[in-house]
Nanobody, 113 residues
Framework: QVHLVESGGGLVQPGGSLTLSCTAS????????MRWYRQAPGKERELVAT????????NYAESVKGRFTVSRDNGLNTMYLQMNSLKPEDTAVYYC??????WGQGTQVTVSS
């Protein structure tokens, strides 16, 4: 079993940056593909980024390509999402997932002037 905790959310102005963290405890973090999702009010949950166990495969939603960077440090049991050039439409609760069964509680990101 894996327990996931996201952190790093907050309020940022358009054009600003934030880095989210997802820290795992319990089972071996390094064996899991990991994903970042987000869910804006009134919208379905959206897959933002995927990273494989040793970071050899990385994929992004078209809406964040070139602005977001996913990475992981298996020694620290942590995955990151570096978010640059943030837009108001990036406002959402961001969740990490160790598929298929484990989710964090989410962290709020608000992009507003």
């Amino acid at each position: 079993q894996v327990h996931l905790v996201e952190s790093g959310g907050g309020l940022v102005q358009p054009g600003g940056s934030l880095t989210l963290s997802c820290t795992a405890s319990g089972d071996t973090f390094s064996v899991y593909f990991m994903r970042w999702y987000r869910q804006a009010p009134g919208k379905e949950r959206e897959l933002v980024a995927t990273i494989s166990t040793k970071s050899g495969y990385i994929n992004y939603a078209e809406s964040v390509k070139g602005r977001f960077t996913v990475s992981r440090d298996n020694g620290l049991n942590t995955m990151y999402l570096q978010m640059n050039s943030l837009k108001p439409e990036d406002t959402a609760v961001y969740y990490c997932e160790a598929p298929p069964d484990y989710w964090g509680q989410g962290t709020q990101v608000t992009v507003s002037s």
